[in-house]
């Protein structure tokens, strides 16, 4: 068997598609946008796990180009952020340089991927020419007050020495580095995202998303239904209000808890309590989030005051405790330790008396050892609400509370606004002057870009202030309303800032006047298919939707969701599923891959390992494999291309049926069964040669041309050699007709009592009668005995049984 030189003929082809591009937009296709999520560019490469996403994509891009579109699929570089300024603080180097350095790197790389990538689309989020744009919503955020100022505890990263948003902590630790997180109070830019919640929400039912990544948004927007209800404080004016999802609970509040960062906390101490009291609410504000969120023993303190419970005027003990968190809800809660599970753990501590008001059978619970916390069954100990369901009353309190004064019915969500400035040098700056007269001030439209300057030192200061701040010349300006001295914002944006809306550029990436020009988002946008790793479900994936909303909101755009289909591959692994990292020495990269099989070996096997959608662990030998798959075909190919072969029925058979098990498979995303659907065709095609002489021409083309998505250049060589003048990729995507995959002829198995005995070939459609004649009849000196029973089952069996 000869083998097919993938060297010469990958060159070959590259400076073939370099001459002549096959994906033109003629203006007449159809467009379909297939997405990539653009990489931040690292210095350390790209490893065989990365090629993957990057494979499926480009296979995917090619398989519409085939199904005649004009195919938009750029790439790009999200550059700024806390990598390259770490790297410039280690090397002294300039994150501009670095990163430029990067990108020349992964670019190469990547072309060694031989992706369709539209380079004149190519965007780089640390371009003054794009974060012109990336200020400008934000400018445009401010002057619909969806980006405001506001002081108060943030996230922040000792270790980082920056403010986080609620999203990059993962655990109570830094999404970047580990650290664990802390409270910090500063100075913050914030974007109210929360105004977009309930749009967020419910337009996840537009979307053709994994079901799994939508229910993560839903858990993130958390949107739950319940009732604010006011309880009067015993001996003052005020009064506590509390968030419930579970008024039906109401009877069974047996104390109350405020967070410790509660306005009234401190006052409700008596003299006797106030020293602990107060104490408490100091160690609590040197607590992080994490402890105070981890399951710990419960921690607590009694005011000393007492509360009225509004519905049967119960004395309620007023308690401060952290695991109440001050910015959910109202920060203060009633507390039913027989239905709540942290309530319950911390009557038990305090020996606070627990009252059940739910029974599941009717009957009381003796001596609970843990909280019911089902909202099903019947109410007990609840004055007139007592035997009710308690599912219809948790629907039906919130309006009863309400009718009755004793507070309203309430909506909350879990989604908290965006903390959106950085304490951080390489980011694009917030384009706010502040004046002594005016306020904050926008930078005006005609002078952006406000581009990042440059400073000697990229060491955070750790005070809360970025390195910006350091630059007296860049910090003093003149404000743009009144003339006067003023001051430059010095926080930058978060990496997330360019990342959400860098997808609407690329089909306008050079316009220097708008965003995006309405004509090409029109005709461009949105993205038909986006594909990237599932760890992206609620911050880049959140954050992009809110900005493509509020895009829309402004008229800059016509859609509202940026994303119609979102793909989420797996990851590629190391032996035992561990991630590939430098660390762990386990990084697999594809440049002897690619020297030793070819690049199209290569992309079939990033596929073949398994289903995209899952992780997969990597064995370089299996690329054997896939590599003799290629080689098997090019052979047969060339064996045969000049045989001028008449196709049989066999032939078109096979090679409809081919189609349709493709095609089936590509729907379905099932890029690995594609590939093991080639293997299979393959071997038939090659016993069918053998069988028949040779294989007609037609079927060569079609499997050639099915094929070229995975393997471009072996694709354009064999699709020259079968007689091809233009790129394979200009050929039809081949029909397949239904009528022609038909099995005329069936085999069938002849039994007696049951054991086959005999295999006879009939049409398919023969009737009940003949397949028994033709059965019988070859079977026929072993029908010795008496035939009691004949039986056809059609298209399969014929089975005689004799006694
Ligand atoms: C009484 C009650 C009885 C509750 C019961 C639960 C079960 P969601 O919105 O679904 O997360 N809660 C309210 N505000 C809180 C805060 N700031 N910090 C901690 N917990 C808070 O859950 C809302 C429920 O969480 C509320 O309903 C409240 O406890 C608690 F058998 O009120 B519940
Ligand atoms: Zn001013």
Not at 390 to 413: C, F
Not at 478 to 492: I, V
Not at 720 to 727: E, F, I, N, R
Request: glycine letters at 8%.
């Amino acid at each position: 068997m000869s083998q097919y030189n993938h060297t010469a003929i990958e060159k070959k082809w590259r400076s073939n598609w370099e001459k002549n591009p096959i994906n033109v937009n003629d203006g007449k296709k159809e467009k379909y946008y297939c997405l990539d999520m653009f990489p931040y560019p690292s210095g350390s490469g790209l490893h065989v796990g990365h090629w993957r996403g990057y494979v499926i994509s480009d296979v995917w891009s090619r398989y519409q180009l085939l199904k005649g579109k004009y195919v938009i699929h750029p790439m790009g570089w999200d550059a700024f952020g806390l990598p390259a300024e770490n790297y410039a603080i280690k090397m002294g180097v300039h994150p501009a340089i670095s990163t430029a350095e990067n990108v020349k790197n992964i670019k190469r790389q990547i072309g060694e991927i031989a992706a369709i990538y539209d380079w004149d689309m190519e965007v780089n989020t640390t371009d003054p020419g794009f974060y012109k744009w990336t200020q400008w919503i934000f400018v445009q955020m401010f002057k619909k007050g969806l980006a405001y100022e506001k002081e108060f505890p943030i996230n922040w990263c000792p270790s980082c020495k920056t403010g986080l948003a609620n999203e990059e902590v993962v655990n109570g630790c830094c999404e970047r580095c580990g650290t664990t997180v802390t409270k910090k109070n500063l100075r913050q830019w914030m974007l109210k995202i929360t105004a977009y919640a309930e749009r967020l929400l419910n337009d996840l039912d537009k979307l053709d998303w994994p079901e799994k990544v939508k229910k993560m948004q839903t858990d993130w927007i958390g949107k739950s239904y319940g009732a604010e209800v006011d309880f009067p404080v015993e001996g003052r004016d005020e009064k506590i209000t509390v968030y419930t999802t579970r008024p039906d609970t109401l009877y069974g509040a047996t104390f109350m808890v405020l967070a410790p960062e509660h306005s009234l906390a401190k006052s409700l101490a008596t003299d006797e309590t106030r020293e602990a009291v107060e104490k408490y609410i100091f160690d609590a504000s040197m607590k992080s989030n994490v402890d105070r969120l981890q399951d710990k023993e419960k921690t607590g303190v009694f005011t000393g005051s007492y509360a009225v419970n509004p519905l049967n005027g119960a004395k309620t003990p007023i308690w401060l405790s952290d695991y109440v968190l001050a910015d959910y809800g109202t920060g203060a809660i009633m507390c039913v330790p027989a239905h709540d599970d942290r309530d319950f753990e911390f009557a038990k501590k305090f020996n606070i008396p627990i009252i059940q008001v739910i029974a599941k059978d009717g009957k009381e619970i003796e001596d609970m050892m843990e909280a019911y916390t089902e909202a099903s069954g019947i109410m007990i100990n609840s004055g007139e609400w007592n035997g009710m369901e308690s599912s219809v009353l948790k629907q039906e309190a919130p309006a009863m509370i309400e009718e009755r004064g004793l507070g309203k019915k309430t909506v909350n969500y879990k989604l908290r606004d965006w903390v959106f400035s950085r304490q951080r040098y390489w980011g694009e700056p917030i384009p706010i002057i502040h004046c002594p007269n005016c306020g904050n001030v926008p930078v005006p439209e005609d002078q952006l870009p406000l581009e990042l300057p440059k400073v000697e030192s990229y060491q955070p200061t750790g005070t809360g202030e970025s390195p910006l701040a350091g630059i007296d010349e860049w910090v003093n300006t003149t404000c743009p309303c009144c003339g006067a001295p003023a001051k430059r914002e010095t926080n930058t944006m978060p990496q997330w800032a360019g990342s959400s809306w860098y997808f609407l550029r690329y089909v306008d990436s050079k316009n220097n006047e708008e965003l995006v020009s309405r004509e090409k988002a029109d005709k461009y946008l949105p993205v038909d298919m986006y594909i990237g790793g599932v760890e992206h479900a609620v911050l880049h994936l959140l954050y992009s939707r809110f900005y493509t909303k509020f895009l829309c909101d402004i008229g800059a755009i016509d859609f509202d969701e940026p994303f119609k289909k979102l793909f989420n591959q797996g990851m590629i692994t190391g032996k035992n599923g561990i991630k590939m990292s430098k660390s762990k020495g386990n990084v697999v990269s594809p440049d002897d891959l690619v020297r030793d099989y070819g690049c199209d070996s290569l992309r079939l096997y990033e596929l073949f390992v398994g289903p995209p959608e899952l992780d997969a662990e990597w064995d370089d030998r299996g690329i054997e494999g896939v590599s003799r798959f290629l080689n098997r075909f090019y052979n047969l190919v060339m064996d045969n291309k000049d045989k001028e072969v008449e196709a049989t029925k066999e032939m078109i058979k096979i090679r409809h049926k081919l189609v349709f098990d493709i095609e089936q498979r590509f729907e379905q995303f099932s890029l690995n069964t594609v590939i093991s659907g080639f293997m299979e065709y393959n071997n038939k095609l090659i016993d069918l040669a053998k069988k028949e002489g040779g294989i007609d021409r037609e079927t060569l083309r079609t499997f050639t041309v099915l094929l070229a998505p995975f393997a471009p250049h072996l694709g354009e060589e064999l699709w020259q050699a079968l007689g091809g003048t233009d790129s394979v990729f200009h050929a039809e995507w081949p029909e397949c007709d239904p009528e022609k995959m038909k099995d005329d002829e069936k085999e069938i198995a002849v039994q007696i009592n049951g054991k086959t005995r005999a295999v006879v070939t009939l049409p398919a459609d023969v009737s009940k009668e003949d397949a028994i004649a033709a059965g019988k009849e070859a079977v026929k000196d072993k029908l010795t005995g008496n035939v009691v029973k004949e039986i056809y089952v059609p298209g399969r069996i014929v089975n005689i049984v004799m006694k």
